[in-house]
């Protein structure tokens, strides 16, 4: 899997959602190897979209495509300011990746010394980590070349999440939260109140 992430601070909030709804109707079934995607609008007006593909290669066909770009064109023109893009090949999907069935998603952006540690211990910490917060239905880790990294975490609902955030760690689990702290190093949060989940629809 390759993901590819997407964000800019909104200035035409409607007009955006017109992009994207005619994204959804008229170019989607044509990007071959679109898996889906996560998008939503964070409490600051940052929109953030967590595209998955098959592939790199994939996602650089959807990018080359000259409707594609058309469409970009357009919608570009609904942000203020520079719109960054980060393209992460390496991707990790733990407790089984992302749900569609999420009512809230929690974004986390950052730099990690050891991108490669960061994935086994969200890995190793999997399982106990569903007994210990079954709200959490799942998540995604992706990072680029320069380690910088996106972890995508669902939730089945934000009063949920909250509930248990204050929770007492396990001691046998408290020791990797640590270690996962310290290699997440500065974190920014961004919190999609009202997510928008799509998965591709197959043949």
């Not at 409607?14 to 939503?40: H, I, K």
């Not at 007006?45 to 990018?63: D, K, Q, Y």
């Not at 749900?99 to 190793?124: K, Y």
Request: glycine share 10%.
């Amino acid at each position: 899997m390759f993901i590819q992430v997407v964000q800019g601070r909104v200035s035409d909030e409607e007009g955006l959602r017109r992009c994207m709804d005619r994204w959804a109707e008229e170019l989607q079934p044509g990007a071959t190897g679109f898996l889906g995607s996560t998008r939503g609008m964070s409490d600051d007006g940052t929109f953030i979209v967590v595209a998955r593909f098959e592939s790199e290669e994939a996602a650089r066909r959807n990018s080359e495509r000259p409707e594609q770009g058309a469409w970009w064109a357009e919608t570009e023109r609904c942000f203020e300011g520079p719109v960054s893009f980060m393209d992460c090949p390496e991707v990790t999907e733990w407790l089984g990746g992302g749900s569609d069935d999420a009512g809230f998603v929690q974004i986390m952006e950052g730099h990690t010394s050891d991108a490669a540690r960061m994935r086994e211990v969200l890995t190793q910490a999997g399982d106990q980590v569903h007994q210990l917060r079954p709200e959490i239905v799942g998540g995604t880790l992706a990072t680029d070349d320069g380690g910088g990294y996106v972890e995508t975490v669902y939730f089945t609902s934000e009063a949920e999440a909250r509930a248990h955030e204050k929770i007492e760690i396990p001691d046998d689990l408290r020791s990797l939260f640590e270690e996962e702290g310290r290699l997440m190093g500065e974190v920014s949060y961004f919190d999609l109140h009202e997510p928008m989940l799509v998965t591709a629809r197959r043949n």
